[in-house]
């Protein structure tokens, strides 16, 4: 799945009148990088959800064909934060476990490592998520998590939450389809027990949250044309 309901407000006033995953970097769409590496790992049946100028989306992505993905969509008549987006696209996921990601973040992450964390998941029933975490941006120098031994603890070194993720669907089963519902209560609660594991990614992360940063991935992509694939 990949999170694309989000209203931009840093972003205005680019976002007034396009979605933010629809802006440009390096020649191409935020959400089209996020595609391109998916279908490279393998994820080709993707859900997108969406809010604000949600058509714009669905008219620039359509079925997917062109990017070799098959696109299902799961539109919110208002945004409803991370979990409630998900709970929501829920019969779009299926039983499995299944991998998310944010549509405006830009990231070298090799995404087979998604599917590896899905499969760890199928292995391993007691752990309900599984996250990648960054080092920490300037706009959040305190982090969010700490990881130990492959598990997200709430005590030590913190580390960044990507926004790239693989979760169980009984994390959501507690959310009403439809409900706005913000993801770190669950996620923290699900560490509480012990349920999260986790890695860390050292390389290049960005959270495309402002136009410097949107004007900064751009120089960066076409100054490194081969830098996603």
Known sequence: MILAAGRGERMRP?????????????????????????????????????????????????????????????????????????????????????????????????????????????AHPGVDAHLVLVDNPAHNPGGDFALRHGRLVEDGVRLTFSGLGVYRPALFQDIAPGSRAALAPLLRAAMARGRVSAEHFPGYWLDVGTPQRLAALDARLREQPGALL
């Open 14 to 122: 680019l976002t007034d009148r396009v979605p933010k995953p629809l802006l440009p970097a390096g020649g191409r769409a935020l959400i089209e990088w996020q595609i391109a590496r998916l279908v490279r790992a393998g994820f080709t049946e993707l859900a997108i959800n969406h809010a604000h100028l949600g058509a714009q989306i669905e008219a620039a992505l359509g079925d997917g064909g062109r990017l070799g993905a098959s696109i299902r969509y799961s539109p919110e008549a208002v945004a409803l934060d991370t979990a409630g987006g998900i709970a929501t696209a829920l019969p779009l996921l299926g039983d499995a476990p299944f991998a998310v990601v944010n549509g405006d973040v830009y990231c070298e992450y090799d995404f087979a490592g998604l599917a590896a964390g899905a499969r760890k998941l199928v």
